[in-house]
């Protein structure tokens, strides 16, 4: 069964450094989606991506983020300078639409990023 | 107003019991809920979902009530069975889906 894959697994980083989060979504899939879970909390989503740009974002996603799907099968999260509050679980997810239909998005299983 | 309130925090049933998790939320927007299993080191992944033109969903022992004038949603699961246990999402989206607001989850333990 096709899954969404994330990498690495863990991260950990030093505050102020910049990091990249990969993920290979589902290979028919068109809508690509970051989400993040601070531990113990809700999942909240960043931004969602189709045909090559920002379809939506959240409050939480500024200008110290960015995404890029930078060949035909990565979907990236990059943070240019990690904040101690960036620590938690990122989530990739991936969907074959959007609205009515095929909208149903698939979990990869995470990143773990750690800002010490 | 994009609030998705869940409760209870936390839930312990016997096995073969009724599990019960309620959900609530305030913008009438919202036109698609989906309700998401989470097991402890995994991703969250979609297990019932439910647009506001149906009252009611069934997919084996997982159901979904809605009440679209109370604006409240839940999760039932019939027979709950150990592999049951783990954290319950219920989430909410406008524009049936992109971007989800999820609720704060409830943790399920079902007893042996």
Known sequence: ?116 | QQQVKQSPQSLIVQKGGISIINCAYENTAFDYFPWYQQFPGKGPALLIAIRPDVSEKKEGRFTISFNKSAKQFSLHIMDSQPGDSATYFCAASVNYGQNFVFGPGTRLSVLP
């Open chain 1, 1 to 116: 069964e096709p899954e969404v894959t994330q990498t690495p697994s863990h991260q950990v980083t030093q505050m102020g450094q910049e990091v990249i989060l990969r993920c290979v979504p589902i290979s028919n899939h068109l809508y690509f989606y970051w989400y993040r879970q601070i531990l113990g909390q809700k999942v909240e989503f960043l931004v969602s991506f189709y045909n090559n740009e920002i379809s939506e974002k959240s409050e939480i996603f500024d200008d110290q983020f960015s995404v890029e799907r930078p060949d035909g099968s990565n979907f990236t999260l990059k943070i240019r300078s990690t904040k101690l509050e960036d620590s938690a679980m990122y989530f990739c997810a991936s969907s074959v639409s959007a609205g009515r239909g095929r909208n149903e998005q698939f979990f990869g299983p995470g990143t773990r990023l750690t800002v010490l």
